[in-house]
């Protein structure tokens, strides 16, 4: 009909493209749709920076936090301590006690400062035996335990005398030490590492059987020689017991160095409190005693220190594990 579009001419009117410079109706749409899904992507994006922003704590809320978490681990140890510290002082000022059997916590750190001197230099004798025996008995127990870790029989045959060497009274071996090797510094560093020895043999024993045997059997699998697998296997497993056998074993290396200079030597702490027990002097028998717990924290807390700083991440277990048992 006239006048009519024909079917051919109307779907080339529907098919025909759009004009340039006029964009189509389909190609809006797509735009449209282009602009929202970037505009979602970017509040997206800047939601999840201000999260992690957020979630990353500053250094001043990390000190913050670590300051807390000392205050909370120390503090009720502290408290104890102070409210201790007072009543021993209250009880010596009341005069319940004899001054020259227990005196007063003041008088104590009066006499010690007033013997800083002497105190200092017998200091340094048993604090260099304590180090050159806690040496001797980190390196002969980590051969012994090695050694036991890789032989049977050994392990059957060594264990036992361990045992029994620990029920040797110490206070009878020492002048037995002092009268085979002198009054010099060998028998105190021998002493030290007898009485640490024990606690890291077994500490380091133990740690060899926590490995995971799963792993040995996939190295062995893979034809891996023994020594491979205890090396790359068995002696990681031993650190967190190795590092707990070191905290035991340095509590008791300076009580064994005093000893040793109990039974004979010619300076140290031991020498100092058994000079001032002969005179009655109390109050300088408890300042040498401070002195040797100070020692002795101060041991331990090395020992912490390196123990975090070589193997951080056992810190990171043991608290995860204090949580997981909440």
């Known amino acids: 009909m006239p006048g009519t579009p024909s079917a051919r001419s109307w779907s080339r009117a529907v098919s025909s493209p759009t004009p340039r410079g006029r ?31 957020a979630s990353v704590p500053s250094s001043s809320a990390r000190d913050s936090s670590l300051v807390s978490r000392g205050i909370v681990v120390v503090g009720p140890s502290l408290v104890a301590f102070l409210v201790l510290i007072a009543i021993w002082q209250a009880v010596s000022a009341a ?8 005196p007063s916590p003041t008088r104590i750190l009066d006499a ?7 105190l200092r230099r017998n200091t340094i004798p048993t604090l260099l ?9 980190v390196t002969a127990a980590f051969l012994v335990a090695t050694l036991l870790d890789f032989s049977g029989v050994l392990h059957r045959a060594v264990l036992p005398l361990l045992i029994i060497s620990q029920t040797l009274p110490l206070i009878a071996l020492a002048p037995l030490v002092v009268l085979w090797f002198g009054f010099g ?6 002493l030290v590492a007898f009485v640490t020895f024990f606690p890291m043999v077994v500490g ?30 068995r002696l990681p497993a031993s650190v967190p017991s190795f590092f707990s056998s070191l905290r035991i074993s340095i509590t008791y290396a300076v009580v064994g160095a005093i000893f040793a200079e109990y039974a004979g030597a010619v300076s140290g702490l031991g020498v100092y409190m058994q000079s001032a027990k002969n005179v009655f002097r109390t109050d300088l028998v408890l300042a040498a005693v401070l002195v040797s717990t100070v020692l002795t ?14 193997v951080p991440w056992l810190r990171i277990e043991r608290s995860t594990g204090k949580r997981a048992t909440r």
């Open 23 to 53: 964009p189509s109706p389909r190609s809006l749409t797509g735009a449209s749709t282009t602009r929202t899904s970037i505009s979602s992507e970017v509040r997206t994006d800047v939601k999840l920076s201000r999260v992690t922003t």
């Open 95 to 102: 005069g319940m006690v004899p001054a020259n059997m227990l």
């Open 112 to 118: 010690g400062w007033a013997e800083r001197d002497a």
């Open 129 to 137: 035996a304590t180090l050159a025996g806690f040496a001797l008995s």
């Open 185 to 190: 510094l060998l028998p105190k560093v021998l």
């Open 204 to 233: 380091l024993m133990r740690g060899f059987g926590s490995a995971e045997p799963e792993a040995e059997h996939l190295l062995h699998s893979m034809g891996a020689s023994r020594w491979m697998v205890f090396r790359m296997i």
């Open 297 to 310: 924290l101060a041991l331990y807390g090395a020992v912490v220190i390196v123990e975090r700083l070589f």
